[in-house]
């Protein structure tokens, strides 16, 4: 998904996408080396994207809504067109959280085992990992990255950023009874309108060099803020999850 701006509610409906937007700014060339890009088909046969982040050399972290079948990660891209020294790695096993449900998105978590390790470099490391239940505090600003849709409904060819601030629990309480502060973050500042896009699951909202949120979903509103998973809430589940797929 794309980063972007959107209009004041008056001039912008609130359940469209379209209309004048403001484009996040493109990262420099390589700066966010974790990053991954993801495809996978649906049940419906359907390419889809989503974003994700490499967390050791043969596991990715993304949302579990983006399962599906014949997932391939790429890394080390900045324009997504060109593969220039980019890894291209399918995916052998999907492990989404087993408590994932799409009616509720809560525990939108999943871990991905490649087919083979990632050949670290200058363009393709890992990410850190917040220690378990680790906070955020409301205030903080973050950053997340993505290859997102853009205006004319073409996916981002290169990776845009935003920074994004993170919201008191309330907030997002107040907009959905599907909100749960110990696994969720509230993220985005509705008085700066900016947000990620359809296509941004998966990615990461960085916190002072650690991933500290998984881009869930967007409230019921379709206004800001949006909803993160909370990686600190989730630190056994990944430990003991990165031991199965790392011994099979």
Not at 41 to 62: E, P, Q, R, W
Not at 79 to 106: C, M
Not at 236 to 243: A, G, L, V
Request: proline share 4%; aromatic share 6%.
């Amino acid at each position: 998904m794309f980063l972007f701006l959107f209009f004041l509610e008056v001039i912008l409906p609130v359940n469209t996408e379209g209309g004048e937007i403001i484009w996040g700014t493109e990262s420099k060339p390589h700066s966010r080396p974790y990053m991954a890009s993801i495809t996978f088909y649906d049940s419906n046969s359907d390419l889809n994207h989503c974003g994700g982040f490499l967390v050791a050399k043969d596991i990715v972290m993304t949302a579990a809504q983006c399962n599906g079948s014949n997932i391939k990660v790429t890394l080390g891209a900045h324009n997504i067109k060109k593969q220039e020294n980019t890894q291209v790695i399918s995916v052998v096993k999907a492990k989404p959280h087993e408590n994932y449900h799409k009616h509720s998105q809560f525990n939108d978590i999943m871990l991905l085992k490649l087919e083979r390790k990632a050949q670290l470099n200058g363009a393709v490391k890992t990410i850190a990992l917040p220690r378990s239940q680790d906070s955020v505090k409301p205030g903080q600003v973050c950053t997340m990255a993505g290859w997102g849709t853009l205006a004319n409904c073409t996916l981002s060819n290169t990776l845009q950023e935003v920074n994004l601030e993170v919201q008191k629990g309330q907030k997002c309480q107040g907009m959905s009874e599907d909100y749960n502060d110990s696994i969720q973050l509230c993220v985005g500042n509705p008085n700066e309108m900016k947000a990620t896009a359809g296509g941004d699951s998966g990615g990461p909202v960085v916190c002072d060099g650690v991933a500290q949120g998984i881009v869930s979903y967007r409230l019921c509103t379709g206004t800001l803020p949006r909803v993160f998973t909370r990686i600190s809430s989730f630190i056994p589940w990944i430990q003991k999850t990165m031991k199965v797929l790392l011994q099979s």
